[in-house]
């Protein structure tokens, strides 16, 4: 044999050894790395993978006006589970209300199925007597307003000053002010006003001093009226609809907020109200729900308005969406209604709440998402409440009778406005 030739064959077996090598280092690899593959599906299985967090089913808590009478009514919880479209009462009562001269509005707050139902005791006109009394045991707990923030009439007068009172729970605390400041007949704006925020404990055994906070109003302005408030003097916020001094009569009333934060106030305007007719405070009181910082607001036949309240530069904005429901519900009001029949709103956990009702005259209310998709419906007429998925199956159904119009939903913050 040659030296070419053996050469030749030298380098056949080198390289047949060298593929030999890597054949061997590759199923070796191949067979490693199917172990490590195997061995870490185990670990997963055994526990170490993500956990998976059911999805919360939205549900809506609501109080139910039964056995109503011109001087009283009763009132029962239903549970409306919108993801699964049922609807559940205990058909027990909880509360019962007496309503000599129709003023005991039911204000109150369920904030989860473990915890009692908590209600704004109401004081009648007249007597000053308590109008709401719990009816079973620990599923009922009734919130009464210290001295100073009930009803206190000055003597010989018929009506006290009216104010803006809602509670704060993470401070156990109600938090009032006056609805309206006005200027004086000297005055041509009210430069120079004070408005003043007391939050007071609930507690009233131990009648801790009150937490007053003080604020000069915003310059330029001829009146204010206070219309939501949240939250307590350490961290809160208060809104309110505020007409600018001279300047023409239909000039839009402008919002603002009073942020308070560490018992301090400062004020952020928000903008005007030309998007709502100029503004929101009416003949037809506006109607409020706060879902997280967004606060949504509307009135009359006005569209929904939205502010987040936390915002570095907070805006009136005019959710596309739910505006559009709301134009589309009114076209269906009541052909015989003498007034424009203005919207509801509430909310339930991160979603929103609007009542309005059919040419009927029943009560219809839509469920809907953040997106301003509506999830779900429930109706209540004459002989039942029944819901409605959002492709519009029925659901649950429950016979209550006079159901339309005797529904009522919570408030996050328990709000009263206009309390005499």
Not at 139 to 163: H, K, N, R, S, W
Request: proline content about 7%.
């Amino acid at each position: 044999m040659s030296r070419i030739a053996e050469y030749a064959v030298s380098q056949a077996k080198e390289a047949l050894e060298a593929h030999s090598m890597r054949t061997m280092m590759f199923r070796s690899s191949s067979r490693v790395t199917a172990f490590i593959s195997i061995l870490l599906v185990l670990v997963l299985a055994t526990g170490c993978a993500p956990k998976v967090i059911p999805v919360e089913e939205p549900t809506v808590s609501m109080l139910m006006k039964t056995n109503a009478m011109s001087s009283a009514y009763d009132a029962v919880p239903l549970t409306w589970n919108v993801g699964q479209n049922t609807l559940q009462s205990s058909g027990t009562t909880v509360l019962h209300a007496d309503n000599p001269n129709g003023g005991a509005k039911l204000s109150w707050l369920a904030p989860s199925p473990a915890t009692p139902i908590c209600v704004v005791q109401q004081w009648g006109v007249k007597d000053r007597l308590p109008l709401m009394t719990a009816k079973s045991g620990n599923d009922l707990d009734i919130y009464t307003p210290p001295v100073g923030m009930q009803y206190q009439p000055a003597v010989g007068a018929p009506f006290a000053e009216p104010f803006v009172r809602w509670y704060a729970g993470e401070n156990e605390s109600f938090v009032t002010t006056q609805s309206d400041i006005t200027t004086s007949p000297s005055q041509k704006t009210l430069d120079g006003s004070i408005m003043t925020v007391t939050e007071r404990s609930i507690w009233q055994d131990a009648t801790p001093a009150p937490k007053t906070l003080t604020t000069t109003v915003p310059s330029g302005l001829k009146q204010m009226k206070i219309l939501y408030g949240s939250g307590n003097t350490e961290n809160g916020f208060v809104f309110v609809e505020a007409s600018p001094a001279d300047v023409p009569m239909n000039t839009p009333d402008s919002i603002w907020l009073l942020r308070m934060s560490g018992g301090i106030g400062s004020w952020v305007d928000c903008g005007d109200l030309s998007a709502f007719g100029g503004n929101i405070f009416s003949d037809l009181p506006p109607s409020f729900a706060r879902v997280g910082s967004l606060l949504y607001f509307t009135h009359g036949h006005s569209g929904i308005g939205c502010i987040d309240t936390v915002a570095a530069s907070p805006s009136i904005t005019v959710p596309e969406k739910l505006n559009a429901l709301l134009d589309n519900l009114y076209s269906g009001t009541p052909v015989d209604a003498v007034y424009a029949v203005p919207a509801e709103l509430a909310s339930y956990g991160n979603g929103l709440i609007i009542e309005y009702p059919d040419t009927g005259w029943n009560s219809i209310y839509y469920a809907v998402d953040k997106s301003g998709t509506v999830i779900g419906t429930l109706k209540a007429d004459k002989t039942s409440v029944t819901v409605f998925d959002a492709k519009g199956e029925q659901g649950s159904s429950l016979p209550l009778q006079n159901a339309a119009g005797s529904i009522s939903l919570p408030s996050i913050d328990l709000f009263q406005a206009d309390i005499f």
